[in-house]
């Protein structure tokens, strides 16, 4: 289910292992996954690739968040509520 691996994903990020979960997103095609994956490569520092997969997730914009873990944990919430 992709809703538990975003969560999973998401889990891997907040505690610093952002090539696993780029490893989980990068196979999924649904909104959520495409922001998480946007997160990944913001915390990677690679804006051009953040932005382009924030386009594709049609939820949020590269600039609407400064800290990556705090987005991350909105993103968790919302997939968890």
């Known amino acids: 289910m992709s809703k538990d691996a975003c969560i999973r994903a998401i889990d ?8 696993a979960a780029h490893h989980i997103v990068q196979d999924l095609s649904d909104s959520h996954a495409q922001w998480i994956h946007a997160v990944v490569h913001k915390i990677e520092g690679d804006a051009g690739n953040s932005r382009y997969w924030y386009n594709r997730s049609g939820l949020e914009v590269f600039e609407s968040f400064n800290d990556p873990k705090e987005e991350l944990q909105l993103i968790r919430n919302k997939l968890t509520d």
Request: no cysteine.
């Open 12 to 19: 891997l990020l907040l505690n610093d292992e952002w090539d």
